[in-house]
């Protein structure tokens, strides 16, 4: 459900600096500043620190009991999280979420979702999906756009301690893409409509509008549906190849395994097969079966590659592995293709040695027979 936080700056603080958001405060900076130094200890450290801004050294000379507004709390719950000191993290959390947020503008929404965070994955305490579930709520109600999205995820699919609703997934999905961009809420969304499921009707149109708007924000599995969509003229697209390949360029860049078989597939159909090489080995790459059955293919008949019927045959066994259809039926003819070869070599003993470790009865005949 939750997202993992960003890393702020590395420092470990401890949980037992005072709180007092009611009493008067300086600059947010020097808040800061202050509850950082008074759980420095180190020498060194508070004397770089110092040498960093005017702040730290208007700070060093406060007193540890220095107040601290809500943003700061939460923040200093970030640097916790980032230095692996979990259980301070979620106190910080915890302490952000509850705390009265006085004059301050902060809204402590994050914290609330940060917190989820903790209590869902049990980072710095005992896992508890209720109360994740709880303060995930509240954060999304409160304005996190995070975790509307999570509560979107999380009634999609009926984990995290609530029952799977299409209709309450959309809702709040809706919400969080309404807040900012959030590409693969959209790809759900966009799917959803493109499908229909109950409780949700189906509308092409506005499938297609959140596809879109996942696919130009960079997702890469929408950008590859839209291209899908181009090449097929499907879902009210109208066919068109030269924006099917842009949208699967697009994806292939962040290296989406199926658009780089798409784009293979497509460039061995236009005899290009230097290109549909080239995609088929970075699909492939990934463990892409139908990708490895293409470069089994190409190098079994020397298209865009040099001819070469071990490495065609290894490629067509890996999509085999991996549940290719035609590449099962593809194994024996080459093993078939090798056994001439590896007959037409002066030292084959290799090949044939392989060719047996797999069953191929005529190269275990030849070794048996010592020929």
Not at 285 to 301: D, E, M, P
Not at 324 to 349: G, K, N, W
Request: include cysteine; proline fraction near 4%.
């Amino acid at each position: 459900m939750p997202r993992a936080l960003s890393p702020p700056p590395s420092m470990n603080p401890t949980t037992n600096t005072p709180i007092h958001p009611d009493r008067a405060t300086f600059g947010p900076n020097e808040q800061l500043a202050s509850v950082l130094l008074s759980n420095v200890t180190d020498f060194k450290t508070r004397l770089n620190l110092r040498a960093v801004s005017t702040a730290f050294f208007i700070a060093e000379k406060q007193e540890p009991s220095t107040p601290v507004d809500v943003g700061t709390t939460h923040r200093f719950g970030e640097i916790c999280y980032a230095a692996g000191n979990l259980e301070n993290a979620y106190e910080w959390f915890k302490k952000a979420s509850e705390q009265d947020q006085g004059q301050s503008t902060f809204n402590n929404c994050d914290s609330m979702y940060n917190l989820a965070v903790s209590l869902q994955n049990g980072q710095g305490v005992e896992k508890n999906l209720d109360e994740a579930l709880k303060w995930c709520k509240r954060a999304a109600e409160a304005g996190c756009s995070q975790a509307m999205e999570s509560l979107g995820f999380s009634y999609f699919d009926g984990s995290h301690g609530v029952e799977k609703d299409k209709a309450m997934a959309v809702m709040w999905l809706e919400r969080a893409v309404a807040e900012g961009d959030h590409p693969d809420a959209l790809f759900i969304l966009g799917h959803t409509y493109l499908r229909g499921h109950p409780g949700v009707d189906k509308d092409v149109a506005l499938g297609v509008e959140y596809m879109e708007k996942a696919a130009e924000q960079g997702h890469p599995q929408s950008q590859t549906w839209f291209g899908v969509m181009y090449r097929n003229g499907s879902d009210g697209v109208v066919q068109h190849v030269e924006m099917c390949l842009k949208w699967l360029e697009k994806a292939a860049e962040q290296g989406e395994a199926r658009a780089l078989n798409l784009l293979g597939r497509h460039y061995y159909v236009t005899e290009e097969y230097v290109k549909s090489v080239l995609y088929w080995e970075k699909a492939a790459a990934q463990g892409h079966s139908a990708a490895q059955f293409g470069l089994g293919v190409c190098y079994g008949n020397g298209l865009g590659v040099e001819r070469n019927p071990e490495t065609s045959l290894d490629f067509i066994l890996k999509a085999a592995e991996g549940g290719d259809e035609t590449a099962l039926q593809a194994r024996a003819p080459a093993m078939q293709a090798l056994f001439r070869h590896a007959i037409s070599l002066t030292a084959s003993s290799r090949l044939m040695r392989k060719l047996a470790d797999l069953g191929h009865g005529p190269a275990e005949d030849m070794l048996r027979n010592g020929k």
